[in-house]
């Protein structure tokens, strides 16, 4: 069983139910964060499943130097302000250095560690230090053992509010893989373990100056994930994915959430 975390009102780990952590790939706007934390808010309360919202205010490494990354910090900060003062929704998002712990602390819930920078020791031991929940996403090139190493990294300033998510692994070029026995192996720290069920269905630079995705697998990984006993599932959503921003090819469609959510629900109800 792994600790129970605190997030605003939503608890994780513990063997509780299913928490999902969804949202755009990045802001895209304020109307848009509005509509979708609106919408994904009002899925979840329909079927009492726990919400943290992300988006990301930055992406800091999309595959080409014209891809759209967001509104940067300041402003992006400021619209995930709303969604928590206006919803009260708990916030999640990206942060890429040192210099941005402090600014982003005051506003996310979740400082989250991307997976390219999940062994960068100074900009762990900093997020730990803010107090902040901290999700780090188990990078590529990782295996799932390896992420008690990072783990330790940052509960040696004395955090132990850690979240550890699964993404996929690299299997050569342009492709992911996920091994389902990460779950129980990074359950294993004690950490609450997530599944970050679109990304693991990208295909990195699949495009050539952007990456693809196969959302058709969501589903089927979802299923097999959570049948594993995991905390949480990370789901990246867009009510248009063809006309994303980002990551639209891996994205799930907002209208087709509430069927898939109903039977990750379920699943996890005979697991737990």
Known sequence: MTREILIGNVKIGANRPLVLIAGPCVIESEDAVMRHAER????CNGISMPLIFKASYDKANRTSIGAFRGPGMKEGLRILAKVKESLGLPVLSDIHSIE????????????QIPAFLCRQTDLLVAAS????????KKGQFLAPWDMKNVAAKISSSGNE???????????????????????????????PVVFD????????GGQGDSSGGQREYVEYLSKAAVATGIDGIFMEVHEDPDKALCDGPNSIPLADLPNLL???????????
Do not use: C, W
């Open 100 to 111: 941005q712990v402090v600014p982003a602390a005051e506003v996310l819930d979740v400082l």
């Open 262 to 272: 109903k039977s990750l629900k379920a699943i996890d109800a005979v697991v737990k």
């Open 40 to 43: 994904l808010m009002a899925i």
């Open 129 to 136: 230090a803010s107090g902040r929940v901290i999700n780090v």
């Open 197 to 204: 069920a679109t990304h693991s269905v990208q295909l990195p």
């Open 161 to 191: 509010n850690i979240i550890l998510t699964e993404r996929g692994a690299s299997f050569g070029y342009n492709n992911l893989v996920v091994d389902m026995r990460s779950f129980p192996v990074m359950r294993a720290s004690g950490y």
